[in-house]
Structure formats: structure tokens, C-alpha cells
């Protein structure tokens, strides 16, 4: 199997404050991992490409100071939201890629939905 | 840069009709990969069918199917006998070929598919 999980599923937060957002790739491990947002019938975008060990790769226009990405271990990597704002208020969705070249596609999570009040 | 449209915001079915989404993509490469998805109202991002550009041959998943013409950079999804659970949002999207970051996507701005009873 390729079992992504996502935590929390959904949260709330105030304005201002920070939000932890993990994804977790449980039954393999992944040297790439890729964070989207989807904003309310709207497509996913890309944020950017995290790897184990390294610096995230960001998307143009996306603020790497305020979407802290870190990926410290092969089934773990997480989206800090840092001063978060009701405009970043969004459903956040994280794929993992398995080793090797055996599946052709990253497997998705199941989702955060976070809302900033 | 790679972009993918489906120029269908909506479409609407009757059960156990045939419907067809479509869907081109604009790319300079001449390996990659092209994957319809389906989103529920849960959000789950779930795989309904993949096409490797290097294959000739239509990908089939049961009553899903694809028509892709790469010289036309088309690529359409038809679902037979559509059935109730079949409504949900559907994208369209491309990967580049090879490994790691190439594991990323590019979505269409996806088609709202109702079936109706």
C-alpha cells in the first residue's frame, strides 16, 4: 500500500498565531514530499517540493518565511503556517512520492482544512 | 511552462449515461505522465486514471476511460454508466517525466460533475 496521512484534518486558529500542519507517509518512505493549497473552488497549486534532508523548494510567489516546510525524517514533513492571516484561511494538501520509479504517481493525504478567525 | 485546461467549469450527467470530460495541456516535453482525479466532498484526492505519454494505447479503468491524442495534446476522460457516487470535482493533470521533483503536479482547474437520478 501508499498510505499518506495528514494531521490535524481540520483546525482552527487565531490571527497571529502559528499552525503545525504534518504529513506522514506510514507505510514507506519518502524522500519527496509536495504541499498544495486549494482555496475554495479552486484548483490545487503547488507550494513547494520538500525533501528529506534539504531546503524546500518554493513555488514563485509563495513566502518561504511564512510557510515554514521542514522534511527531518523519510516519512515526515511538516507546514508551519507562522502570523497567520484570515487570506491564508485554505485547504492544504500533501503528496509523497514512493522510492524508485516503480509507481508514477505521489500519493495524496487527506487533507487540513484551516481556518484563521 | 506546463499548463493544463479543462475548459468545462460543470457538466451534468443522467445515470447510467456516458459523459466525457475534456482536457489539453500545452508542454515541450516529450516524456510525461497524465492523470485524471477525482474529489469527492471530502476532499480525498483519489487517482481515477493514469496515461503514460510514451503509450500509444488509451488507458481503461473499468468504466472510466481516456482518449489521448498527443498530437493534439488532448486528453479527454469518458465515464460509462455513470452512477451517483461518480459526481464530485474532476481534474485533469500532467508530471513531467523521470523521478523526484518531476513527481509534481500541474491541475487543470478541474469540472463539477452532477449526475442526476
Known amino acids: 500500500g501508499a498510505v499518506v496521512s495528514q494531521h490535524p484534518s481540520w483546525v482552527i486558529c487565531k490571527s497571529g498565531t502559528s499552525v503545525k500542519i504534518e504529513c506522514r507517509s506510514l507505510?514507506?518512505?519518502?524522500?519527496?514530499m509536495f504541499w498544495y493549497r486549494q482555496f475554495p473552488k479552486q484548483s490545487l497549486m503547488l507550494m513547494a517540493t520538500s525533501n528529506e534532508g534539504s531546503k524546500a523548494t518554493y513555488e514563485q510567489g509563495v513566502e518561504k518565511d511564512k510557510f515554514l516546510i521542514n522534511h527531518a525524517s523519510l516519512t515526515l514533513s511538516t507546514l508551519t503556517v507562522t502570523s497567520a492571516h484570515p487570506e491564508d484561511s485554505s485547504f492544504y494538501i500533501c503528496s509523497a512520492k514512493k522510492p524508485g520509479q516503480g509507481a508514477t504517481e505521489a500519493f495524496f493525504g487527506q487533507g487540513t482544512r484551516l481556518t484563521v478567525v | 511552462a506546463q499548463t493544463v485546461t479543462q475548459s468545462q467549469p460543470e457538466m451534468s450527467v443522467q445515470e447510467a449515461e456516458t459523459v466525457t470530460l475534456s482536457c489539453t495541456y500545452d508542454t515541450s516535453e516529450s516524456d510525461y505522465y497524465l492523470f485524471w482525479y477525482k474529489q469527492p466532498p471530502s476532499r480525498q484526492m483519489i487517482l481515477v486514471i493514469r496515461?503514460?505519454?510514451?503509450?500509444?494505447q488509451n488507458a481503461t479503468e473499468n468504466r472510466f476511460s481516456v482518449n489521448f491524442q498527443k498530437a493534439a495534446k488532448s486528453f479527454s476522460l469518458k465515464i460509462s454508466d455513470s452512477q451517483l457516487g461518480d459526481a464530485a470535482m474532476y481534474f485533469c493533470a500532467y508530471r513531467r517525466g523521470g523521478g523526484g521533483s518531476n513527481y509534481k503536479l500541474t491541475f487543470g482547474k478541474g469540472t463539477l460533475l452532477t449526475v442526476n437520478p
Open positions: 507505510d514507506f518512505q519518502a524522500t519527496t
Open positions: 496515461q503514460e505519454a510514451y503509450k500509444q
